[in-house]
């Protein structure tokens, strides 16, 4: 089964014209690859969640004009300020 083509081999095979550069990303020193410049000295942390839990999350965040990373951002500090962390 070969790889299906992305994205953006797709639309350069259309237009002819190479796709457009993403500004907001940087070279990380340390390896390879790439990732957004607003996230320079943050550390990924994942969690799984029940599906209705994650249906709240998002209609939350769609309800406050926030976004959901935002939102975990704001649970973790309080999550960190109620056992003095």
């Known amino acids: 089964m070969s790889k299906r083509p992305s994205l953006a081999e797709s639309m350069k095979a259309i237009s002819g014209q ?3 550069a993403v500004t907001a990303v940087e070279e990380r020193p ?3 690859s790439y ?3 607003t996230r320079v000295g943050m550390k990924r942390l994942t969690v799984v969640v029940k599906p209705e839990e ?3 999350v998002k209609r939350l965040s769609a309800d406050t004009d926030r ?3 935002d939102l975990m951002r ?3 500090a309080d999550l960190l300020n109620k056992h003095g962390a």
């Open 18 to 20: 190479a796709p457009h």
């Open 30 to 32: 340390d390896s390879k």
């Open 35 to 37: 990732y957004a410049a």
């Open 54 to 56: 994650h249906r709240r």
């Open 67 to 69: 976004s959901i990373e």
């Open 74 to 76: 704001e649970a973790v």
